[in-house]
C-alpha cells in the first residue's frame, strides 16, 4: 500500500470514529424506551409489550447542525437495555463510554418521574455526569391518565439541565426533534473538548 492511500484510509477512519456517538435509553420498565427507538427507526409500533432481553443496539444516521451552523452527518448508536432488575450486572458495559442520554418516563405513571432521579444517579456513578442529556415524558397520548403537569418536568428538566420533550411513541410526536437534539447536543459537546 503506497503512503498517500494508506493517509487517505486513515483520515476516513478517524473521522468516522469521531462522528460515532453512543447515546443510552434509561428509564423505568415499560416507560417506551424500546417503542421510542422502534418509532424513530421506521418499523412498525406495537401494542404487546415485549420486556426487553439485555441490550439492543441500532445504528442510526442523521443530519445535524455543527458548531458552524454547517449541516454534518452524524451516527448515533442507540443503546436500548431492559429495564428490569435482573439485569442490573448489565449497567456497567451499557453505561460505560456513553457519549449521550435519553432519560424516559411515562406521564401516566408518577414513580417512573420520581424513578429519573435514580437513573440519573446511576449514571452519574458510572462518570456521565458531563454527559449531554434530554428529559422525555412519553405517551403524550394517553390525555385523559397524564399525571405529570408540565411545571413537574419544567423544574427536573431544569435541575437534571436537560431539554425537555413529551413524545409519543404511538402517534410519533416529537420523537424524532428529541433524537435530533441529543445527537445535536453530543455532537457539540465533542467539537468542545
Ligand atoms: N399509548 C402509548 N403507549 C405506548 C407508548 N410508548 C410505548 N407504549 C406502550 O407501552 C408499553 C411498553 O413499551 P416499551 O417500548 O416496550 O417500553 P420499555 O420497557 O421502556 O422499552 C407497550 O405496551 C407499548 O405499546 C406511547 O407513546 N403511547
Ligand atoms: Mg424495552
Not at 431492559?82 to 450486572?89: E, L, R, S, V
Request: proline share 4%.
Amino acid at each position: 500500500m503506497n503512503d498517500k492511500k494508506k493517509s487517505d484510509e486513515e483520515l476516513v477512519f478517524h473521522e468516522r470514529q469521531e462522528m460515532i456517538y453512543k447515546i443510552i435509553v434509561i428509564g423505568d420498565p415499560a416507560v417506551g424506551k424500546t417503542s421510542l427507538l422502534t418509532n424513530f427507526c421506521g418499523d412498525k409500533f406495537k401494542y404487546e409489550y415485549e420486556p426487553t432481553v439485555g441490550v439492543n443496539i441500532t445504528k442510526q444516521k442523521i443530519t445535524v447542525k455543527n458548531d458552524m451552523g454547517k449541516d454534518t452527518d452524524i451516527y448515533l448508536m442507540i443503546w436500548d437495555i431492559a429495564g428490569q432488575p435482573q439485569f442490573y450486572m448489565l449497567h456497567r458495559p451499557y453505561f460505560n463510554g456513553a457519549d449521550g442520554m435519553i432519560l424516559v418516563y411515562d406521564v401516566t405513571r408518577s414513580s417512573s418521574f420520581s424513578n429519573v432521579n435514580n437513573w440519573y444517579s446511576t449514571a452519574v456513578k458510572y462518570g456521565l455526569s458531563g454527559v449531554p442529556r434530554v428529559l422525555i415524558g412519553n405517551k403524550i397520548d394517553l390525555k385523559d391518565e397524564k399525571k405529570i403537569i408540565l411545571p413537574m418536568a419544567e423544574h427536573l428538566s431544569q435541575k437534571l439541565n436537560a431539554p425537555f420533550f413529551e413524545t409519543s411513541a404511538l402517534t410519533g410526536e416529537s420523537v424524532a426533534e428529541m433524537f435530533f437534539k441529543i445527537g445535536e447536543l453530543t455532537l457539540l459537546s465533542k467539537l468542545q473538548e
